[in-house]
């Protein structure tokens, strides 16, 4: 069982807006520790896709977009396309772990 | 380009032991912490261990403390794994991950991983 709660899976049609939540508690989310975003296509390593809450790095697509609030966070894709389906991964550190904790993984399905 | 090349993954019997070395290149490795995470077959993503940029600082996951040590020689840039008393739930694909701190702060880059498997 994950600290960080993320649902197993999301779906949506080409060109829809999907979003993925990813809840937390006090001692991570909750006490402000940033939350990381990484996207990982069948077959590959982890990508770093948000850091820092809402931040994309260089080569990012602006379809991608991070939120923060309180204990949860969100990812969202707006204009979904075939080359999202993947793994997605939230991350941030938890004070009482002493280190870093990951969410089960979301499977995006474009149908 | 930033670039981390795992190696050492092999086949190993339970109770066995196993050194990962992770090279890296491309930025200067003693600014920034490092992070060994795991994933088991089918499974989704498990941090492991982690250590500051000048290797004084470790921390473990609870799942591997006392039987896994994090290292790292700043002046060969590499980044170590040495796993004892293995089990057949340490089986996984095992990625290193650099830093965006030399503290932990959260990962970027990530190497493309190696393969351990813990079976008799």
């Known amino acids: 069982q994950s600290v960080l709660t993320q649902p197993p899976s999301v779906s949506g049609a080409p060109g829809q807006r999907v979003t993925i939540s990813c809840t937390g508690s006090s001692s991570n989310i909750g006490a402000g520790y940033d939350v990381h975003w990484f996207q990982q296509l069948p077959g590959t390593a982890p990508k770093l896709l948000i850091y820092?809450?809402?931040n994309r790095p260089s080569g990012v697509p602006d379809r991608f977009s991070g939120s923060k609030s309180g204990t949860s966070a969100s990812l969202a894709i707006t204009g979904l396309q075939a080359e999202d389906e993947a793994d997605y991964y939230c991350?941030?550190?938890?004070?009482?772990?002493?280190?870093?904790?990951f969410g089960i993984g979301t499977k995006v399905t474009v149908l | 380009d930033v670039q981390l090349l795992e190696s050492g993954g092999h086949l190993v019997q339970p109770g066995g032991s196993l050194r990962l070395s992770c090279a890296a290149s491309g930025f200067t490795f003693s600014s920034y912490a490092m992070s060994w995470v795991r994933q088991a077959p089918g499974k989704g993503l498990e941090w492991v261990s982690g250590?500051?940029?000048?290797?004084?600082?470790?921390y473990y996951a609870d799942s591997v403390k006392g039987r896994f040590t994090i290292s790292r020689d700043n002046s060969k840039d590499t980044l170590y794994l040495l796993m004892n008393s293995l089990r057949a739930e340490d089986t996984a694909i095992y990625y290193c991950?650099?830093?965006?701190?030399?503290?932990?702060?959260?990962?970027?880059?990530w190497g493309q991983g190696t393969t351990v498997t813990v079976s008799s």
């Open positions: 250590i500051s940029g000048s290797g004084t600082s470790t």
């Open positions: 820092g809450n809402s």
């Open positions: 991950a650099k830093d965006r701190g030399s503290l932990l702060i959260g990962l970027d880059v």
């Open positions: 991350q941030s550190y938890d004070s009482r772990l002493s280190g870093y904790v």
